[in-house]
């Protein structure tokens, strides 16, 4: 990926996610509400398959992962899981968009599974990280019960909301493509910008 485009790009979803983890992810865990981490996933999600839309390029979906990542550790003081999430979730999505592709119909069976592939092994990614490697207190004091529970219980749940999202954002990333086309200097100089925008809302936020 040499052209610095797309390397705006990456960086401003991954920014756009990093944001919403900081002040998104800040309000829902703050006020306690069920199911936060499925909401931040299906949003996450959908920002994923936009850029994928845009950029469809395989690394890239890891690397938007890897600027969210970095964006909450210095917005925030973030929980080790936290991070570890959100890079397995942007890993497990490059994994399943650059080996099924992405159809150019709206709706179609192939990028909704690969929504669906990418929920799964992003949550069992981390789960299983997060317990067995890293050994995090609260994941090894829930054991097994725990990590069949975010994967197959919440994992469901987040994967039939991403079976709608990601095609839907395949759908919304790949029309701005002609946008792109007719202002491309333009369309590069705002992303620029909205990059350290985002940033510093995210100092603002955290």
Not at 107 to 113: E, G, H, K
Not at 123 to 130: D, E, Q, T, V
Not at 169 to 184: I, V
């Amino acid at each position: 990926m040499r052209d610095m485009k797309h390397w705006a790009w990456l960086l401003l979803f991954g920014s756009l996610w990093g944001l919403s983890e900081v002040a998104g992810g800040g309000i829902l865990y703050t006020i306690e509400a069920p199911s936060a981490s499925i909401f931040l996933a299906a949003w996450a999600l959908l920002i994923l398959a936009v850029a994928r839309g845009i950029v469809d390029k395989p690394g890239s979906s890891t690397m938007i992962g890897a600027v969210a990542t970095l964006f909450k550790l210095v917005n925030a003081s973030p929980f080790i899981c936290h991070l570890l999430g959100i890079f397995m979730l942007g890993l497990a999505f490059d994994i399943g968009a650059s080996l099924l592709g992405r159809s150019e119909r709206k709706f179609s069976l192939r990028n909704m599974l690969t929504g669906v592939l990418s929920v799964y092994g992003g949550y069992a990614l981390f789960a299983l990280s997060i317990t067995y490697i890293v050994r995090y207190d609260i994941w090894v004091q829930g054991g097994w019960p725990k990590v069949a529970n975010h994967m197959f219980v919440s994992g469901s749940i987040a994967a039939l909301v991403a079976a709608v999202l990601v095609p839907l954002g395949y759908y919304l990333g790949a029309g701005s493509l002609s946008l792109q086309a007719k202002r491309p200097r333009w369309l590069y100089a705002g992303t620029v910008a909205g990059v350290a925008l985002l940033w510093i809302l995210g100092r603002i936020a955290g």
